[in-house]
């Protein structure tokens, strides 16, 4: 796995989550997307949120990034509010979203060399990051060919790669495996893990569960913007009287149908 860190950034020690939502609400004319809703994220935690369409998933995750202003309520990364510091707290933080963008008429090289220089990683140091990590998604042989002719998993594994240029404290990934070949999903598996092992944390919303069962050490499942349950995989056995052997299949299928 490839150096996350300039200056051992994964490596700090912080008192308290690398992410917290408290009370966040997010209303859209007559309908509440997200309700009240507060969890956290520690160091060295990957957080899944699940849940069924139009649970409020995407939007918590860009409420997180912020790409929305929350109804009421705060997001802190690092203790830092976002909207009341955002340029502080968004550089601990990485995000890729569910459709991944680049520009189409830039090299996918180009595009990393656009990021890392808004992020203000030297050249030098992100010409190694990007070639790390392109050799780690097996994606180098096409990073010099036009985004346009990427394929959907290509531009994920891009999109992957700009989050992790500028060493963030918190990763925020909405559908990580989305396009991809099992190959490369089975390395952003172990990617995630490793940057959890390093300090960092990672909130992941999909809606792969096996992945999620695979990877998270706890679970969030939204219904109608609030969470119905949360814990690890035990904690929601035991809340939903579910057998040792149950799978996060059955869990979700069983909190998801709760009234």
């Excluded at 790390?132 to 998993?153: H, P, Q």
Aim: some cysteine; charged content about 25%; overall charge negative.
């Amino acid at each position: 796995m490839p150096d996350q860190g300039r200056s051992g950034a994964l490596g700090a020690t912080l008192n308290g989550p690398l992410l917290r939502l408290q009370h966040l609400t997010k209303q859209f004319t007559t309908q509440r997307a997200v309700d009240d809703l507060s969890l956290s994220v520690a160091p060295g935690e990957v957080y899944g949120l699940i849940g069924p369409n139009g649970s409020g998933k995407t939007t918590t995750v860009k409420l997180i990034a912020g790409l929305y202003r929350p109804t009421a309520g705060r997001v802190e990364v690092a203790g830092i509010d976002l909207h009341q510091e955002p340029e502080r707290a968004k550089r601990l933080l990485g995000y890729v979203p569910d459709e991944p963008f680049a520009y189409e008429r830039m090299s996918g090289r180009e595009f990393l060399h656009l990021i890392g220089e808004l992020w203000a990683v030297p050249a030098a140091e992100r010409a190694r990051k990007i070639d790390e990590l392109a050799d780690l998604f097996r994606i180098g042989s096409t990073l010099d060919a036009y985004v346009e002719s990427y394929s959907r998993g290509s531009r994920q594994k891009l999109s992957l790669i700009a989050a992790l240029l500028h060493a963030p404290r918190l990763l925020v990934i909405d559908e990580p495996i989305v396009g991809l070949d099992p190959e490369s999903a089975a390395r952003t598996r172990e990617l995630l893990a490793d940057y959890a092992a390093r300090g960092g944390a990672v909130l992941v919303c999909t809606h792969t569960l096996a992945f999620a069962e695979a990877v998270c050490h706890r679970l969030g499942l939204l219904r109608d913007g609030r969470l119905a349950a949360e814990g690890d995989l035990p904690t929601l056995r035991a809340l939903a009287g579910a057998a040792a052997g149950d799978s996060l299949e059955d869990l979700y299928l069983h909190f998801a149908a709760r009234s």
